[in-house]
């Protein structure tokens, strides 16, 4: 057998492997959080648990976003704060994962348009916004109650999309 031959389709078959592995990271992600989602926010101090809700979700640590638009309307657009929902370099996420805000705030999912369909579906069936892989397309919730919602995206869930809000 010819060396050239052999180097031509070694290298080929490095190029197959590297390239699948590539597609592979990312569909699948390495489960990793989106650092600018993060960027300039503050994190609260006595970090919940979850009751483990969050235990195979990376994320540096619930949001703190007590004070920020509560007692907004649903109907005015700068009265929520905003989730990300998608994916990016670091897999399928809600960004930021976990959050905290006052009792009347309003949270707006807000879609990326990465990842294919996703959905934010509350895990005790509080609220429900229905699959769409549509760059742009909001979904609103005003939480009224004190509480902790855990939530999911439903085609993603066994990949970490998962979220908290953690209203006070």
């Known amino acids: 057998m ?26 699948l992600g390495d489960g990793g959080y989106d650092e600018e989602v993060y960027e300039g926010e503050t994190l609260v101090d006595d970090e919940p648990e979850y009751d483990g809700f969050l235990s195979d979700v990376d994320y540096p640590g619930t949001v703190d976003w007590t004070g920020e638009n509560a007692g907004g309307s649903e109907s005015d657009e700068d009265a929520a704060v905003t989730v990300l929902v998608g994916s990016g370099d670091n897999g399928m ?5 976990a959050i905290r805000i006052d009792r009347g705030t309003t949270v707006r999912w ?15 069936g509080a609220f429900e916004s229905g699959q769409t892989p549509r760059e742009g397309h909001t979904f609103d919730h005003t939480f009224d109650e004190t509480g902790t919602y855990t939530y999911i995206c439903r085609p993603h869930e066994t990949q970490g999309m ?3 809000v953690d209203v006070v």
């Open 2 to 27: 010819d060396p050239k031959n052999v180097r031509r389709r070694t290298v080929l078959e490095l190029a197959t492997v590297a390239g699948i592995s590539g597609l592979l990271a990312g569909c």
């Open 93 to 97: 996420y809600f960004g930021p994962a």
């Open 110 to 124: 807000e879609w990326t348009g990465d990842g294919g369909p996703h959905d934010v579906v509350d895990t005790d």
């Open 162 to 164: 998962k979220g908290v």
